[in-house]
Structures are given as C-alpha cells and as structure tokens.
T-cell receptor, first 110, second 115 residues
C-alpha cells in the first residue's frame, strides 16, 4: 500500500463547477500538507500549504486537512479552463522528504 | 535568480553513457531536493541537501546515481552507465531552510530519455 493515495482520475467538469480533489495517507507523522498544480511538461507549482488540521482558503481554492481521518481535500470554486492541469497532493513530517500522491488530472470544459 | 533553474531541459542519451543534470536553486535557499517523476509513478524522492551536505542518500535508486552541491548553490545529479529505466523527468526543488513551515519550489525539470 502506498503511503499517499490519490485518485488519478481523470476528472472532467464544466466551466464554473466546483472541483473536489482528495488524498488519504497512512503515516501519522505527517503534519505539513501541500497541493501542487502541474501543467503539461512543467514543474509542480505550489498552490496551497497547510500545517496540521484545519481549513485554509485562498481565492477560489480551499484546502482542508483532517488528521484524525488522515484525509486532505482541495476544492476549486468557479473552475476555469485555465485550471485544467494535474493536481498533486504532498505531505511530510519533520524529515524534510515530501511524499506525493500520484496526481489527479483535471479538465475544465469551456 | 527568480526561480529554480534546471538544465538541460531535455536530454537524450544512449544506454551506457553518463549524464549530468544541473540545478540552480533560488538565491538564498539553503535546502535543495532532487525528485524523479516517471510516467504513472508519481514523484519519487531521491536526495536532499542542507548547504553542501547530503545527510540522507537512501532515496537514490542505485550506486549509479550520485549528487553533489558546491558553494551552497548549484547542484549536479550524475547518472552513470544509464539504463532505459532511468528515463524520467528529474525535478529539482529548493526551500529557504529545512523543516518548519518552509515551502519547496520546483524547477521545470530535465526530461531524460535513454535510448
């Protein structure tokens, strides 16, 4: 079993819809949680960064962390075609090594 | 520089040849990381540096892989006697420091193809 599980999709939604992405993990030492966006043939770009449990909102993006359930989510409101990309969850404890999910490919249809 | 810079962006090499991949981190970032991204495999941690020191080399896939960092800045990942299974995108990231709330910023990657 992988340390971080993420549904690879693909996920296709109409423009304006809410995109819901999630990851589960098994390592209880994880305390820093991130979401990266990766466009084709580009490096991952940091979208959201959360420490421990709770919610964080940044514009159209909301990240949620539930450490008791070992479950994290990313919501994208009012999705745009420019949001079409692969979204990667990542997390780590204090050992500096990021563990990534496999990535979910999202397409927002105009 | 403004971001993490990697070179070359693409590299095609023959099986058995050695390759060197270069990473220029964000100025002032003391921590540097190498990851490998293979199709269908996600991102795999290879090695990290704090300054010029690499305390954890356990992620390197084999002894054909090595990495160094000089002057607390540029890092080179070297793959000797390349094999076809080494074909992947090699990503470098840097952060201001290790631990705490420091965020890692990635470069665009080097796409390595071994033929």
């Amino acid at each position: 079993q992988k340390e971080v599980e993420q549904d690879p999709g693909p996920l296709s939604v109409p423009e304006g819809a809410i995109v819901s992405l999630n990851c589960t993990y098994s390592n209880s030492a994880f305390q820093y949680f991130m979401w990266y966006r990766q466009y084709s043939r580009k490096g991952p770009e940091l979208l959201m960064y959360t420490y421990s449990s709770g919610n964080k909102e940044d514009g159209r993006f909301t990240a949620q962390v539930d450490k008791s359930s070992k479950y994290i989510s990313l919501f994208i409101r009012d999705s745009q075609p420019s949001d079409s990309a692969t979204y990667l969850c990542a997390m780590r404890g204090d050992d500096y090594k990021l563990s990534f999910g496999a990535g979910t490919t999202v397409t927002v249809r105009a | 520089g403004a971001g993490v810079s990697q070179s070359p962006s693409n590299k095609v090499t023959e099986k058995g040849k050695d390759v060197e991949l270069r990473c220029d981190p964000i100025s002032g970032h003391t921590a540097l990381y190498w990851y490998r991204q293979s199709l269908g495999q996600g991102l795999e941690f290879l090695i990290y540096f704090q300054g010029n020191s690499a305390p954890d080399k356990s992620g390197l896939p084999s002894d054909r892989f090595s990495a160094e960092r000089t002057g607390g800045s540029v890092s080179t990942l070297t793959i000797q006697r390349t094999q076809q299974e080494d074909s992947a995108v090699y990503l470098c990231a840097s952060s201001l420091a290790l631990g705490g709330g420091t965020e890692a910023f990635f470069g665009q990657g080097t796409r390595l193809t071994v033929v």
